[in-house]
């Protein structure tokens, strides 16, 4: 799972796209097609998370506690710094993702 508490924004993100995918697709579609789109919308997205969060538990992995904590704080820092993360990841709104 994401660390962190990404999972619980997934979480969120899948009730909030299965909602939409169940109510607002034609009602002449099946169900079995409506979690089939559900899956490919939601998909990408499950798993670029999924090698982010494989990503950081192997670099845990790889160094000591204390290399470790010197990190996160270094990331913090660059994060501030040179803005190293999109804002699109913080503005991305499941709600307008088209059906």
Known sequence: MPPQGQSVGLAFEDVVLLTRVLTELPAEMALEERFVRWEELRRPRVDASHRQAARISEGVRE????????????YWF?????????DDA???DVSTVPL
């Open 63 to 74: 160094i000591s506690w204390w290399w470790n904590i010197i990190r996160e704080w270094m």
């Open 78 to 86: 660059f994060l501030g710094l040179f803005k190293m993360h999109s």
């Open 90 to 92: 913080f503005v991305y």
